[in-house]
């Protein structure tokens, strides 16, 4: 072999060795998720995923939990992202995967294709037929009150979730909790509020159609359950701020850290760890066991297509949640609310358990009235939590630059006002001024990014460009806030009569979010007393079975006041836990 030859042979295997042994490459990806950007970093190596670290994340931590794990392997052990997303954190999941896309194709690595498949966690081995004293099915907050007082009670408890994570809508929500003689109301010089009054709020709210028994144990038993979530789960409230929620008569609800639920549910699944209370995802609930004497005795469950069997001794706490976000289901009860509603719900709020109480026994009712929560994405129907600066002086308007509602007005009363205006929409408004003092805003930041990416809210230097984004009159837009500063102060607002007060809208920057109603509480469910015990339509006990939280349907009337939702769950979980663990026998 002459010369030449040799120094091209010799550079065509170096060319092929280094081709063969390239380097690992690692590139970011980012894709828009629930509450803002979601970026990942992935290793290649040779056209395949090595490994995929989350740099920045605003997803729900238990909820994105899931996708994190189960669906993070899945993808790096099929080199793919054509899978399924995960029940319950869609959003997320869908956002992890176009994560991964995008730095796959930033790499310039081509991905596996037609590889979909369930991502399943692998079930742990679980006998057929299990004994326990008390089972809870449905791990919210009030599945998980019922079950940690259970076993502190003494009780052999398990607790079962249909869904791949815990939390449900206790999870997603703003995680308020009304309680009246709170501790932070002398802070903010409340001082003649009583359970009384919040009982008085709440059968007014709900149009005088709530059983007054329920809602006297609620409020008495409101200040204790509060206290137990702060003493001994550990829960974080804001020690100087309250939530005004429309339609009570004093500022009263109680804020976790953080303004969702996921303070909450944090606590309650790491209590029920140090309990060595068992908490059983993906585990559905199909039918209660009654025995001879019409006592209910266990469930029948199914996971993966198999059947399981938990005999409850004392008795079957049922706090499964509502049907929010079984559409067919509000419609049927309610068919107002139609196609046009998207709702805030988590999932899993599907009530299949409400009919499973029914065969059962137990009487449903109220089935038919059905809250909407008025503010919400027009794309998703998530509630926007940063627009909540409304219950710190942002202003509601239409497309034609006017008010039209109060702002801190009932929930149901705000749905039924946006639908009646142009489009069936709303904007809300508010400036520095608002957004500087309310901790609401400064919670929920991260929205900022998420929502003005979908292209539903925009920061403005002043109202011209406000006018500009929204559509709006800008002679029209600028009187209305030339009023409203005009207004400003508490008993000024000659309008709508603002119960806590304008503010002065008078210099910006300004902020502009467009929000829809969505489908978001029901109140119908299952008829209890107000010891939390399941009854028939003729009012007669069903032993062995009780109920809490929004799978019952006697405690809110018409209409859930904001901020009641907690105190319900926490009371009545409580209240359950302990009586079911009370009849082991």
């Not at 199914?302 to 409850?312: H, I, L, Q, V």
């Not at 006697?554 to 359950?576: K, M, Q």
Request: aromatic share 6%; charged share 20%.
């Amino acid at each position: 072999m002459n010369l030449k030859k040799s120094v091209l042979v010799l550079g065509t295997a170096l060319l092929l060795s280094s081709s063969a042994f390239a380097a690992p490459i690692t590139t970011e990806g980012t894709a828009v998720g629930k509450h803002g950007d979601l970026t990942v970093a992935v290793t290649f190596d040779n056209n395949k995923i090595q490994d995929i670290r989350i740099v920045k994340s605003a997803e729900n931590p238990i909820l994105a939990g899931e996708v994190f794990t189960t669906q993070l392997e899945a993808v790096k052990a099929s080199n793919s992202v054509d899978i399924d997303t995960i029940s319950g954190a869609t959003f997320s999941s869908k956002a992890f995967l176009a994560a991964v896309a995008d730095a796959a194709q930033k790499a310039g690595v081509t991905l596996n294709k037609a590889n979909k498949k369930a991502v399943k966690k692998v079930a742990k081995e679980l006998p057929l037929v299990s004994d326990y004293d008390v089972v809870v099915i449905g791990a919210g907050g009030a599945g998980f009150s019922a079950a940690i007082e259970a076993k502190n009670a003494g009780a052999n408890v398990v607790l079962l979730e249909k869904m791949p994570a815990v939390g449900g809508n206790s999870l997603i929500s703003g995680g308020e909790m009304n309680v009246a003689q709170n501790w932070v109301q002398p802070v903010l010089g409340i001082m003649d509020d009583t359970p009384e009054l919040h009982a008085q709020d709440t059968f007014k709210g709900g149009d005088e159609k709530g059983d007054m028994k329920v809602i006297n144990v609620m409020t008495e038993e409101a200040l204790d359950a509060a206290k137990w979530c702060r003493d001994y789960l550990g829960v974080r409230f804001e020690d100087d701020n309250l939530f005004f929620f429309g339609g009570h008569s004093r500022k009263r609800a109680l804020i976790p850290v953080g303004h969702t639920g996921t303070e909450f549910i944090t606590k309650f699944s790491a209590k029920a760890r140090e309990l060595d209370i068992p908490v059983i995802t993906n585990m559905k609930a199909e039918e209660l066991i009654k025995d001879a004497s019409g006592r209910v005795v266990g469930v029948k469950a199914t996971m993966n297509g198999t059947e399981y069997t938990f005999n409850a001794r004392g008795g079957v706490v049922l706090a499964t949640g509502g049907f929010g976000a079984n559409k067919e289901m509000v419609k049927k009860y309610n068919p107002k609310i139609d196609e046009r509603f998207m709702t805030t719900d988590a999932p899993g709020s599907t009530g299949e358990a409400l009919y499973m109480a029914e065969r059962a026994g137990a009487e449903l009712v109220n089935m038919g009235y059905i809250q909407t929560y008025p503010i919400c994405d027009p794309i998703s129907g998530v509630i926007e939590l940063i627009a909540d600066a409304r219950f710190d002086g942002a202003i509601m308007l239409n497309q034609e630059g006017q008010r039209f509602v109060e702002e801190l007005q009932r929930r149901d009363v705000l749905s039924e006002a946006i639908l009646e205006q142009t489009g069936g929409y709303c904007w809300v408004l508010w400036n520095d001024t608002i957004g500087n003092i309310s901790k609401t805003v400064q919670t929920h930041t991260h929205e900022y990014e998420a929502f003005t990416k979908q292209g539903i809210m925009t920061t403005c230097p002043n109202l011209k460009c406000i006018a500009d984004f929204t559509k709006i009159d800008e002679k029209a837009l600028n009187a209305t806030v030339e009023r409203v500063t005009a207004m400003q102060g508490k008993g000024n607002d000659k309008d709508f009569n603002h119960r806590s007060g304008l503010k002065d809208m008078s210099t910006g920057s300004y902020y502009v979010i467009k929000a829809v109603p969505s489908t978001h509480h029901t109140m119908g469910g299952i008829k209890i007393n107000e010891k939390a015990e399941a009854l028939t339509a003729d009012g007669k006990l069903i032993p062995g079975l009780w109920a809490a939280g929004e799978c019952t349907g006697v405690t809110h009337g018409t209409n859930r006041l904001g901020g009641n939702a907690y105190t319900d769950i926490i009371v009545f979980g409580r209240i359950a836990g302990k009586a079911a663990a009370a009849a082991v026998k």
